[in-house]
């Protein structure tokens, strides 16, 4: 039992991450709350369900083609919404709202407002001792980790992802050293909205899909970066794995409204002894 309840943590807190790691990485590089970042989650699980169940794609590939059409919304929202102000404060705020707003109204215009589920990819179940894991949930915890440590690499071993870890500590610094601050501020949108459609595209077999699960993801999102710290990598996985044990617990013993709103009494607890979350 401690185990199964693990497991749907780990599943949880991978996904959680994600979108958490793409709002995060949106924000370290070109300081705006992208509020829209929930609608990319929503339109990874559409991709998926359109290109997986209607057009009979690989699932595999499915995915990755939905990050990628995703990834260049984002780097669309960027160039010609967020960029015009970049540098202020409240307008790329304004604007984040009034864009999810918008993708909302687009979406369920096309889509509807129906819940929509697709049969898993992954069937079956793998015995471990005593606990039976779906496959499902394994390929989830996989291919979660391989995007997670695809994007490390990233940041951490080629130029691009060192520039993307420069400017949002010294911008001015990176711009004299020849770093395109607008050509980083796209690649981080790119690379933010894939890692929220990867995390929708995912959970679109094992749970649902539906127009309104926008507000829902960034709200999660928002939740993980507060308790990591805005802008750390590392504190996001932590802080999502631990938001994902944490509900996995509290929803097995406690039940969904105890564990919908026990993130708010862990970011509390955690903030009122480091107000910049666990590595802000």
Request: hydrophobic letters at 60%; zero cysteines.
């Given at each position: 039992?401690?185990?199964?309840?693990?497991?749907?943590?780990?599943?949880?807190?991978?996904?959680?991450?994600?979108?958490?790691?793409?709002?995060?990485?949106i924000f370290g590089v070109a300081r705006i709350f992208n509020f829209a970042h929930g609608e990319l989650y929503m339109?990874?699980?559409?991709?998926?369900?359109?290109?997986?169940?209607?057009?009979?794609?690989?699932?595999?590939?499915?995915?990755?083609?939905?990050?990628?059409?995703?990834?260049?919304?984002?780097?669309?929202?960027?160039?010609?919404?967020?960029?015009?102000?970049?540098?202020?404060?409240?307008?790329?705020?304004?604007?984040?709202?009034?864009?999810?707003?918008?993708?909302?109204?687009?979406?369920?215009?096309?889509?509807?407002?129906?819940?929509?589920?697709?049969?898993?990819?992954?069937?079956?179940?793998?015995?471990?001792?005593?606990?039976?894991?779906?496959?499902?949930?394994?390929?989830?915890?996989?291919i979660s980790i391989l995007i997670l440590a695809a994007v490390y690499l990233f940041t951490w071993t080629t130029k691009?992802?060192?520039?993307?870890?420069?400017?949002?500590?010294?911008?001015?610094?990176?711009?004299?050293?020849?770093?395109?601050?607008?050509?980083?501020?796209?690649?981080?949108?790119?690379?933010?909205?894939?890692?929220?459609?990867?995390?929708?595209?995912?959970?679109?077999?094992?749970?649902?899909?539906?127009?309104?699960?926008?507000?829902?993801?960034?709200?999660?999102?928002?939740?993980?970066?507060?308790?990591?710290?805005?802008?750390?990598?590392?504190?996001?996985?932590?802080?999502?794995?631990?938001?994902?044990?944490?509900?996995?617990?509290?929803?097995?013993?406690?039940?969904?409204?105890?564990?919908?709103?026990?993130?708010?009494?862990?970011?509390?607890?955690?903030?009122?002894?480091?107000?910049?979350?666990?590595?802000?």
């Open positions: 039992m401690i185990a199964q309840i693990l497991l749907n943590g780990l599943t949880t807190g991978l996904t959680y991450t994600l979108v958490a790691l793409g709002f995060s990485l339109l990874g699980g559409w991709g998926v369900v359109f290109l997986f169940d209607r057009l009979g794609l690989n699932y595999g590939l499915a995915l990755i083609i939905t990050m990628l059409i995703v990834g260049l919304i984002g780097v669309i929202l960027d160039r010609y919404f967020y960029r015009p102000f970049r540098g202020e404060l409240i307008a790329p705020m304004v604007i984040a709202l009034g864009l999810q707003l918008l993708i909302a109204a687009v979406a369920l215009v096309v889509f509807g407002d129906m819940d929509v589920s697709i049969p898993s990819p992954f069937t079956g179940m793998t015995v471990l001792g005593t606990t039976r894991i779906s496959n499902e949930r394994i390929a989830v915890i996989l691009l992802g060192l520039a993307m870890r420069a400017v949002p500590q010294n911008q001015e610094g990176a711009l004299l050293q020849g770093v395109n601050v607008d050509r980083i501020s796209h690649l981080a949108f790119f690379i933010g909205a894939s890692l929220a459609a990867a995390s929708g595209g995912l959970l679109a077999p094992m749970l649902f899909v539906n127009v309104f699960l926008g507000p829902w993801a960034v709200f999660k999102a928002i939740i993980v970066v507060s308790l990591g710290g805005l802008g750390s990598i590392g504190g996001t996985l932590v802080a999502g794995l631990l938001i994902g044990f944490f509900e996995a617990v509290s929803y097995h013993y406690f039940g969904s409204a105890v564990s919908e709103i026990g993130g708010f009494f862990l970011i509390a607890i955690v903030l009122l002894f480091r107000p910049r979350g666990l590595f802000g």
